[in-house]
């Protein structure tokens, strides 16, 4: 898995193939006006020469579509120069049909743009000799048509006008794939920065997990090295039975540590999934399995979810989470109480999804609530846990697009609200 989602990613090489589709485009559309003018006024303008116009455009639009960019830029190209030519140079120079020379050089370097410059500096260099060409040389590979003076204004007002919109266009288009190009910087920038801080922040999370994965992974093992010791050296069997009893609180501690750093790599490494469950049912198997946790005979675990809410999300972290909660409920209980309690609650909110795990228990002093979803921290000097639990919790949470909230006073004990959004259909 990718160690971060690229929101996304822009290939700025993309408004190539757009402006030749965009080029395509104009000589379709210009081609046709031409027809119908020609239509309107019974000019003399062969039937053969707009086909011919019609025909560049629809090459060029279908090589471009099919794949075939450089052929399509290529054939486009070279083909509307060859066309201009052969039209502007069989009529009078009056007419302004060279101006479209002039404009098929501008469109030679907007289409290869800086990458391809050379190939757009050739193409301008090839419609300006052809412009120059229909001034000075008599060669033209069409038959000769004449006009009278009415029909000359009337095209050369068309073909001026025509070529203005063609430059005005072509001048648009640079200016918009400049504009694009610095939106798509701009985001890339974006994207770097929150890479960035999700680095920063992956490292330094690292740094603590190593300092704290090995001291305490180590303090339970060294303390369970000197209760041998010590009971190796003793003669009595009920102090040795003691110091079992007290190596195998150090062997849960160790095995809550290591579940809680396989939580936390499930939690980084796992793809997100969404299933359809029923959140009621859920609740149920996790008191089932915390039914022999320490110091779950004190407690009820009170389900009230709606039995009938089906919720859709990824079922290993939900597990996780409220797993982790109710069980911190249960670790955290009020050992002056005799009605020790933990509820869970669902209703919906605004269309999100609002879980809550509310207990009597001991509550969190206020200077600590903050930073209990940090990663390793304990509230409590006799906390057994590795400090990490709401840490992978509000991380799962996160992951899920929601959010993981605590209210709580000492003595009279905590709710933790779940958040979740678009889970319940
Ligand atoms: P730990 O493994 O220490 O329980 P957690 O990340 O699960 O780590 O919890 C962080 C701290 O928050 C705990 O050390 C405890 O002091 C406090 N805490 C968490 N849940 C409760 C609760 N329901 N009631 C009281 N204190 C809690």
Redesign the pocket.
């Known amino acids: 898995m990718p160690l971060f989602h690229n929101p996304r990613s822009v290939d700025p090489n993309s408004k190539y193939p757009l402006l030749v589709t965009h080029f395509s485009i104009i000589i379709l559309i210009i081609t046709s006006a031409f027809w119908l003018l020609n239509i309107i006024y019974l000019a003399q303008v062969p039937y053969a020469i707009f086909l011919g116009f019609m025909s560049i455009g629809v090459i060029t639009f279908t090589l471009n579509k099919t794949g075939y960019k450089r052929i399509a830029k290529l054939f486009g190209l070279m083909a509307i120069n060859l066309a201009v030519y052969s039209v502007a140079s069989s009529e009078s120079s009056e007419t302004g049909m060279h101006l479209f020379l002039g404009a098929a050089a501008f469109a030679a370097l907007v289409i290869y743009g800086y990458n391809e410059w050379y190939f757009g500096v050739a193409f301008m260099i090839f419609s300006l000799t052809l412009y120059f060409g229909c001034f000075f040389s008599d060669y033209s590979p069409l038959p000769e048509r004449t006009f009278n003076q009415d029909e000359i204004n009337v095209f050369f007002i068309v073909n001026s006008t025509c070529y203005a919109a063609i430059s005005c266009y072509l001048f648009y288009l640079v200016l918009f794939t400049n504009h694009r190009n610095e939106q798509v910087l701009r985001e890339n920038e974006m994207r770097i920065n929150l890479q960035n801080e999700q680095l920063k922040k992956t490292n330094t999370e690292l740094d603590r997990f190593v300092y704290s994965a090995s001291h305490d992974l180590r303090a339970p093992l060294s303390s369970m090295s000197g209760l041998i010791a010590i009971s190796e050296a003793s003669q009595d069997l009920r102090e040795v039975k003691d110091y079992l009893g007290m190596m195998k609180g150090r062997i849960k501690v160790l095995d809550k540590f290591i579940t809680d750093i396989i939580h936390y790599s499930r939690n980084t490494r796992l793809e997100l999934v969404h299933e359809k469950m029923e959140l009621w049912k859920i609740i149920n198997e996790i008191s089932d399995g915390l039914q022999f946790a320490e110091g779950a005979e004190h407690i009820s675990i009170i389900n009230s979810v709606d039995q009938k809410m089906q919720i859709s999300t990824d079922p290993t972290r939900i597990r996780m989470v409220l797993n982790?909660l109710i069980s911190?409920?249960i670790?955290?209980y009020d050992k002056n109480k005799s009605n020790c309690m933990v509820r869970v609650e669902s209703k919906l909110k605004e269309g999100n999804l609002l879980i809550t795990i509310e207990?009597n228990?001991?509550?969190?002093p206020n200077e600590h609530q903050k930073k209990?979803f940090e990663m390793f921290?304990?509230?409590?000097e006799n906390?057994s846990?590795?400090?990490?639990?709401?840490?992978i919790a509000n991380e799962a949470i996160t992951k899920l697009g929601g959010t993981l909230e605590v209210i709580s006073e000492v003595g009279k004990g905590?709710t933790f609200s779940i958040m979740l959004p678009n889970c319940v259909s």
């Open positions: 982790n911190n409920a670790r955290y207990d228990g001991i509550g969190i209990i921290y304990k509230a409590t906390s846990g590795s400090g990490l639990g709401l840490y905590s």
